[in-house]
Every structure is written in structure tokens, then in C-alpha cells.
Nanobody, 127 residues
Framework: QVQLVESGGGLVQPGSSLRLSCTAS????????IGWFRQAPGKERGGVSC????????YYADSVKGRFTISRDNTKNTVYLRMNTLKPEDTAVYYC????????????????????WGQGTQVTVSS
């Protein structure tokens, strides 16, 4: 069974850090581009950061550049999102997805019905 499971979310104060994990089962992530997406209440789901399958190139939304870092460990079949200097506007449900996208940037703009998606993990940034 193909499955993606996110973990690492939580309630933190502004300025704090979190590391999200996305672990795959039932398939190998090596050949897939991976993306982290988020959806805040009343807003559409959008790409936050993505990483390619080929050369490990990355893409970041402007709102998280310099604060978030995506990485992948194919030996653990896991992709991470390190989030530093968190802001209240980062509050959302974070989802990971895997798809055969040609580039990291393309991965961050895949349709919601394309690829495989996890169930999400809640990140709340509040004082």
C-alpha cells in the first residue's frame, strides 16, 4: 500500500523551529520529486518547498526563503522540512506529496489530484 506519513508538527511560539518529516511506505522515494504544501483555514493549499528526484535541486516559496530548508534521505525513505524563525502566518496543516514532476518548481505547482499525498500535520505558531 502506497502511503506518505507526515510528522513533527505542533504548537510553538513565534521565532521557534520545527522539523517536519515525510516518510514513505509501499514505494521508494528515490525516483519521485517531493513537495511540502500547506493549507491555512479559508485558504487554498499551496506549495511551500519542493525537491527534485534527479539532482536534489530545490524550490522555495518567497514567503519561506531563508527560513525553511528541505532535504531528503533516500536511505530512510524520508524527506524533511526544517522550519526556522516561525511566524504566526506559517500556521497551517502541512502536507507532503510525491510525484513524477520534471523539476522542483513544477512539483510545487502540481494539481491536488496528481501524485500521492499524506494526511497532513498541524503546525500552529502562536504566543
Amino acid at each position: 500500500q502506497v502511503q506518505l506519513v507526515e510528522s513533527g508538527g505542533g504548537l510553538v511560539q513565534p521565532g521557534s523551529s520545527l522539523r517536519l518529516s515525510c516518510t514513505a511506505s509501499g514505494f521508494t522515494l528515490d525516483y519521485y520529486a517531493i513537495g511540502w504544501f500547506r493549507q491555512a483555514p479559508g485558504k487554498e493549499r499551496g506549495g511551500v518547498s519542493c525537491i527534485s528526484s534527479s539532482d536534489g535541486s530545490t524550490y522555495y516559496a518567497d514567503s519561506v526563503k531563508g527560513r525553511f530548508t528541505i532535504s531528503r534521505d533516500n536511505t530512510k525513505n524520508t524527506v524533511y522540512l526544517r522550519m526556522n524563525t516561525l511566524k504566526p502566518e506559517d500556521t497551517a496543516v502541512y502536507y507532503c506529496a510525491a510525484a513524477r514532476a520534471p523539476t522542483a518548481q513544477a512539483m510545487c505547482f502540481i494539481p491536488l489530484d496528481f501524485g500521492s499525498w499524506g494526511q497532513g500535520t498541524q503546525v500552529t505558531v502562536s504566543s
